[in-house]
């Protein structure tokens, strides 16, 4: 079955801290993994693709085929990184994605 | 350029009752989808058009309807509002399949 797994709802840090919000999957085909992100009283935007490989407000993150992982990462976290993030994925070609449950972020002073 | 507007911000039905939700977007894009998020369960696929003229079913089409009026305009009907559907609606377009542009929300609350 296609899923995304966000294993964490609720995830605090401190403002410096490193940060890793993870994102497991399970799909068959070829997936496309993205981040997106929803600050408070925002709309959702995307934050990452896996496939330009960027690095996008100090954020990276990297598609492990063999853990099925796409795991977000920032080496210093500041207060404005406090948002909903969303992992999710679409099969190459289609126009279905699937959405994790997200992880609340909070970055504490 | 607006991007994706959506109408109305806030909602609220009694059981049984219909509307529409309507979603526009100004960026000449094909493809357009309609979601829901609700706590805990991120955002679910309601339905989906990958072109003007087409509309598929998503993981949770059941209870709504849908219409692709043109390349702008996509619309969300709810027939016979149920309290289940109570959410907050997300509207978003996308070119290529990768779906950037989100709309602001429509929160519905059914009684």
């Known amino acids: 079955a296609q899923r995304v797994t966000q294993p964490e709802k609720l995830l605090s840090v401190f403002k410096g801290a490193p940060v890793e919000l993870k994102c497991n999957y399970s799909?068959?085909?070829?997936?496309?993994l993205f981040w997106y992100v929803q600050y408070s009283r925002q709309r959702l935007q995307l934050l990452l693709r896996?496939?330009s490989r960027e690095s996008i407000k100090g954020f990276t993150a990297d598609l492990n085929k063999g853990e099925t992982s796409f795991h977000l990462k920032k080496p210093f976290a500041q207060e404005e990184d406090s948002a909903m993030y969303y992992c999710a994925l679409s099969n190459s070609g289609t126009y279905k994605y699937i959405f994790g449950t997200g992880t609340r972020l909070k970055v504490l002073a | 350029n607006a991007g994706v507007t959506q109408t109305p911000k806030f909602q609220v039905l009694k059981t049984g009752q219909s509307m529409t939700l309507q979603c526009a977007q100004d960026?000449?894009?094909?493809?357009m989808y309609w979601y829901r998020q609700d706590p805990g369960m991120g955002l679910r696929l309601i339905y989906y058009?990958?072109?003007?003229?087409?509309?598929d079913k998503g993981e949770v089409p059941n209870g709504y309807n849908v219409s692709r009026l043109n390349k702008r305009e996509f619309s969300l009907r709810l027939e016979s509002a149920a309290p289940s559907q109570t959410s907050v609606y997300f509207c978003?377009?996308?070119?290529?399949?990768?779906?950037?542009?989100f709309g602001p929300g429509t929160r519905l609350t059914v009684l």
């Open positions: 978003a377009s996308s070119e290529g399949g990768q779906m950037e542009f």
């Open positions: 058009s990958a072109s003007e003229g087409t509309t």
């Open positions: 960026m000449n894009h094909n493809s």
């Open positions: 799909y068959s085909g070829s997936p496309e």
């Open positions: 896996h496939i």
